[in-house]
């Protein structure tokens, strides 16, 4: 799968290969959208884990 990327010093979107993509994010490359408008970064957080006994 192709991705869509802008970088800001340069007017032309280019297509990178999906897997290619946090190399580019690396050098100031963006992911944009259908609309040329750069994608809000997707962040994931690990569950908190819970502690079992006395809480208070």
């Known amino acids: 799968m192709a991705v869509?990327?802008?970088h800001d010093g340069i007017e032309?979107?280019?297509?990178?290969?999906?897997?290619?993509?946090k190399h580019y994010k690396r050098s100031?490359?963006?992911v944009v959208g259908d609309n040329g408008l750069p994608l809000a970064?997707?962040?994931?957080t690990a569950k908190r884990r819970r502690t079992e006994?006395?809480?208070g």
């Open 28 to 30: 100031g490359w963006k």
């Open 53 to 55: 006994g006395d809480e």
């Open 41 to 44: 970064e997707k962040t994931t």
């Open 4 to 6: 869509r990327m802008r």
């Open 12 to 21: 032309q979107e280019i297509e990178v290969p999906e897997i290619s993509v």
